[in-house]
DNA sequence: GTCTTTACGTCAGTCATGTTGACATATATC
DNA sequence: GATATATGTCAACATGACTGACGTAAAGAC
């Protein structure tokens, strides 16, 4: 570290900037994950099992292997969570039409409303920073986010069009 | 669920958008942990040491009770991880100035290096984001960010004053 | 109609990281 | 001297990740 560390050297000021980047998505990420995660405990649930609960509700009749994709762990990892949520009524699996070899997963009336109930939390919580932040510097959050993000997964937020706002 | 989703129902604009926040924190999670994680497997260490090197470099001399409040996780959890960074010598303690039941914590020379080593790459993620956003995008991503932490972790991001851009 | 690949599941074992509860020690404080 | 605090430690346990190997059914290629 060869960086002397004034507050009139712009090389700090970056440094500082960039470590704050980084706190804030610690203390975001551990915030925005500890509600839901108290609820899952009553279900003898972790938070794994949200994660997977909160995609098949977005993305109704994927496949595993979507799901493998997004999640990034291993078969074997989702595996474990994902029987269990079938086997205890939360997600139901049936065969795809063109390829009978996939099993389509959807989110039981029962896991919808698990899964209403640990987004809301979360909805909540970006809804009151959005609000408070305002509609500017929730683009401004879109932006950076996005560009956090590994190239080849940014095509999952589309940029919206004329209908967005 | 009684909203009608249709693109001029501003209620499905509203859960669109705030669903995408989730999305955007959990993808940009992801990804930020995932470089780091790779080095630290080198070591045999885990994201939980990174933490503790993290916050450990950002606030020499810090106490034990201090880390915990940061982390949110019990001491026993701690211990285990701090005690394999104190002895393979990434991090020393040495007893308080005015309370000496407190150890306060230090990176070594070892530990500073391998916290640059970890650090640099989420750096390197977070200054390409801003700059690709921009110094407005910046702003609001702070003011969202602060937005989703508790209450009581936001005074550790001040506002800049007059002195910082 | 075989052959290969793909989608998915499963078994066995391991590791990292979190938990609770109880207890120990040194020091600070009233 | 009694109590509270800062820290550490032991034992036991759960979750969720991993690797590697093997199995099955269906799709797709030749």
């Known amino acids: 570290m060869t960086d002397v560390k004034t507050p009139t050297n712009p090389l700090f000021l970056r440094e500082e900037e960039l470590r704050q980047g980084i706190e804030l998505l610690f203390f975001a990420y551990r915030d925005f994950t500890a509600e839901p995660d108290a609820i899952l405990a009553e279900y003898g649930f972790g938070r ?9 509700g977005r993305n109704p ?39 009978r070899r996939q099993r389509l997963l959807e989110l039981t009336e029962k896991g919808t ?17 959005y609000r408070d932040a305002g509609a500017e510097a929730v683009e401004g959050f879109r ?7 590994d190239e080849a997964d940014r095509a999952r937020f589309p940029l919206r069009g004329p209908g967005w706002r």
């Open 48 to 56: 794994a099992h949200h994660r997977v609960i909160y995609f098949v």
């Open 61 to 99: 009749g994927m496949t595993v292997s979507d799901l493998l994709t997004i999640l990034r762990i291993t078969k074997q990892s989702l595996s474990r969570v994902l029987g269990q949520l079938v086997e205890e009524g939360f997600i139901t699996q049936r065969p795809g039409l063109q390829d």
């Open 113 to 129: 409303a698990l899964e209403r109930q640990l987004t809301e939390r979360q909805r909540a919580r970006f809804a009151g920073a």
């Open 143 to 149: 932006k950076v986010m996005l560009g956090l993000i």
